[in-house]
């Protein structure tokens, strides 16, 4: 046998280089991986004198700059959401009170989302964007009801919040479950990695719709009580 021939070459700046590339190991945090990674090559050149590493391809900054994207794209949305309904409301203090349905689900989802140790990735971050269009609603419909009672009907602020949400209570939970039932099939789906993004996209979608229920009908009506209590809205 003999040395086989040279058929490639690696220089950089015209000197003589070598290529190497470092992948994770299966269920690695990337991002993690990828800073633990520069740590070591940095220690690495501190100790040997005219070694230098070039990072060409990191893909830790890729996902960490898709998730800035995805975090502008998803204030955007909800900002837009709420000019939305204040064109349609005409009234600070009904936009306020349904805008502020839309931090708390997300707030409610994340915790979910830490205590059954998922991390924010592009998956779920992508689940919670196409779930703040319907984290509004049922606030939305609760609301209306609950306005409706305390100056159409002229109720009491604490009975019109409490009658609003429980008339309009099985309504709101009727509207979510189609939702929760179509992306429950996802959840367990399994043997391939693709379906695990899809599980943890419609893990996500599911607990958002949920937390939008409880924030319906258990937030809303305590704000409205609060902002309802003088005549005029």
């Not at 994340?110 to 269009?133: K, Q, R």
Request: charged share 15%.
């Amino acid at each position: 046998y003999d040395v086989p021939e040279r058929r490639y070459y690696n220089r950089l700046e015209g000197k003589e280089a070598v290529s190497f590339g470092i992948k994770g190991e299966s269920g690695a945090n990337i991002i993690d991986t990828a800073a633990r990674v520069k740590l070591a090559l940095a220690e690495i050149e501190n100790k040997v004198p005219g070694m230098t590493f070039n990072v060409f391809y990191n893909q830790g900054d890729q996902i960490l700059e898709a998730i800035r994207n995805l975090q502008g794209t998803g204030l955007w949305g909800g900002l837009f959401a709420a000019l939305i309904l204040l064109y349609f409301l005409r009234t600070v203090r009904m936009t306020s009170i349904i805008t502020l349905s839309i931090p708390l689900c997300l707030l409610m989802t994340l915790t979910v989302i830490y205590f059954i140790d998922w991390s924010l990735n592009m998956i779920t971050m992508m689940g919670l964007m196409v779930a703040i269009g319907m984290l509004v609603d049922p606030a939305v419909v609760t609301l209306e009801n609950i306005f409706r009672k305390r100056f159409d009907e002229g109720q009491d602020v604490g009975h019109a919040a409490i009658e609003g949400a429980r008339e309009i209570g099985m309504p709101v939970v009727a509207s979510g479950l189609p939702t929760i039932c179509v992306f429950v099939p996802l959840v367990f789906v399994g043997g391939s990695r693709q379906s695990m993004w899809m599980q943890d996209f419609a893990t996500t979608v599911c607990v958002s719709v949920i937390a939008s229920l409880c924030v319906a009908l258990a937030v809303i009506p305590l704000a409205a009580s609060r902002a309802f209590g003088e005549r005029g809205a």
